[in-house]
């Protein structure tokens, strides 16, 4: 006889499980029926609140002390909403231990039994306790959007640390992102200010829609709002995110469509502070709008690091500029035929303090289409220029040939100001001061080696730097 197969124990194992992550949740969760009232709370609930199961069984949230922040207009319209939905969140006020009432965010979810029917609710209270004990006697103005009951700037600023730490501790991912609505002035002054605060009090709740737990939206600005998401995200939770936001809202009778433009950033992948991380998010954001709006853009920490990069090399050169850090070599051109040097070529090099004498490939690239190549091509002329007149002053008459960028060439003043300078050195041979567009990229003129330059010019008489 084949023996008895043992019962399989994952049923037990995922009972205890679930047992477990209840028991030792940082959120308050409260179990409620189908008609909401309280069944079951677990130890975190009665750390917060003071409340014990026997103190609530049987109630609803509202009878012991969770109510929605305010009853204002606004805030009746959301509720309408979040009545008509399986899962919602919303701001509201707790009484907790010591019998003051503190703010919290709620996140209820229906569960539904095989046949569709409410089976129960599973309702989150976390504790926006970033806000300092000190300052729990303030208005909660202080830390509350007034239009949507949203955390504010104040706020947010402390909540993104708190999320930081959390992250930290659970070793997970925080996202943190820009949420930008699209047009919504042109919107505004359609519909009036008035219409316009009700769209932007539905639209927070319809976002707050797709929340999980401890997630936080906030109002930051008149139609900017951030998120912090503490769930593992992806491109298909901003596609969905994307695609509720395209679905009309329903206004003052009129059907509104409305797109947005999404910046995110990663914590710890983006390792800075908390208030650079926003700044990230609302950058990948303004990146977004530049890519057409109605999507999302992930920042890139390591392009980020290139482009600061870049930009203190720029700022660098800057001061090479204006600290005098410049040089002009030149390399004599000589008639193969007669051996007679006619003239010679302006080669543009950079005595570094602490680098050393550097050559154009390791400084030109850098301000390669910015307003530098033109700062550097007048320093240039000036200097060549100034170079011609002393030696015209010896007796020595030899041209210059220097290459300036095509951008120079095209600023509309630039034939006023090369009459300008020539002006400035009368004794300087006016066919030694002909000028000519740079070769372009990756040719002579980012050459360091000497004899490695491409040749000279037809005319002999451009002024060039390579």
Not at 315 to 343: C, K, T, W
Request: proline residues 5%; hydrophobic residues 40%; contains cysteine.
């Amino acid at each position: 006889m084949c023996p008895l197969t043992p019962p399989s124990p994952h049923a037990h194992d995922t009972d205890a499980l679930t047992e477990a992550v209840f028991r030792h949740a940082n959120e308050a969760i409260i179990i409620t029926d189908a008609e909401n009232r309280v069944i079951q709370v677990n130890p975190a609930f009665s750390e917060l609140t003071g409340f014990r199961l026997q103190d609530v069984a049987g109630k609803t949230p509202e009878a012991f002390s969770i109510l929605p922040l305010d009853d204002s207009r606004t805030n009746r319209l959301m509720r309408e909403e979040l009545s008509l939905r399986d899962r919602s969140k919303s701001q509201v006020s707790y009484k907790g231990h010591d019998g003051q009432f503190y703010p919290g965010m709620m996140s209820i979810n229906r569960v539904r039994d095989i046949v569709g029917e409410v089976s129960h609710h599973v309702i989150v209270l976390a504790d926006l306790s970033a806000i300092p004990s000190h300052a729990r006697h303030l208005s909660r103005e202080v830390y509350f959007d007034a239009l949507t009951g949203l955390p504010n700037l104040q706020l947010l600023t402390q909540l993104i640390q708190e999320s930081m730490q959390h992250a930290e501790k659970g070793q997970n991912t925080l996202a943190v992102c820009s949420l930008d609505i699209d047009f919504f002035k042109k919107v505004n002054d359609r519909l009036g200010s008035q219409v316009g605060d009700e769209l932007l009090a539905t639209f927070s709740q319809r976002i707050s829609h797709l929340l999980f737990g401890d997630d936080v939206l906030a109002r930051v600005g008149g139609d900017e709002f951030v998120l912090l998401l503490h769930h593992g995200v992806d491109e298909a939770f901003f596609d969905r995110l994307l695609a509720s936001i395209r679905k009309p809202l329903m206004i003052a009778g009129q059907s509104v469509h409305l797109t947005a433009s999404l910046g995110v950033t990663l914590y710890p992948q983006d390792a800075v502070q908390g208030d650079v991380l926003l700044r990230h998010a609302h950058q990948a954001m303004y990146r977004a709008k530049q890519r057409g709006r109605d999507t999302f853009h992930l920042f890139d920490p390591e392009h980020d690091r290139l482009l600061q990069v870049r930009h203190e090399q720029r700022q660098r050169f800057i001061q090479a500029l204006q600290n005098d850090e410049l040089r002009l070599h030149y390399q004599p051109q000589v008639d193969m035929r007669s051996g007679e040097v006619v003239g010679v070529e302006a080669l543009i090099r950079w005595q570094h303090p602490e680098q050393g004498l550097l050559p154009p490939a390791d400084f030109l690239p850098v301000i390669d289409a910015t307003s530098l190549e033109i700062d550097l091509g007048e320093w240039v002329l000036e200097t060549a220029m100034r170079q011609l007149s002393l030696w015209a002053q010896n007796g020595i008459a030899l041209p210059i040939n220097v290459n300036i960028s095509p951008s120079h060439l095209l600023v509309s003043d630039f034939s006023q100001r090369l009459a300008a300078l020539l002006a400035r050195h009368p004794d300087v041979p006016p066919g030694y001061a002909e000028t000519g567009s740079a070769r372009k990229r990756g040719d002579a003129r980012y050459s360091s080696g000497a004899g490695n330059h491409g040749g000279v010019s037809a005319s002999r008489r451009e002024f060039c730097h390579r």
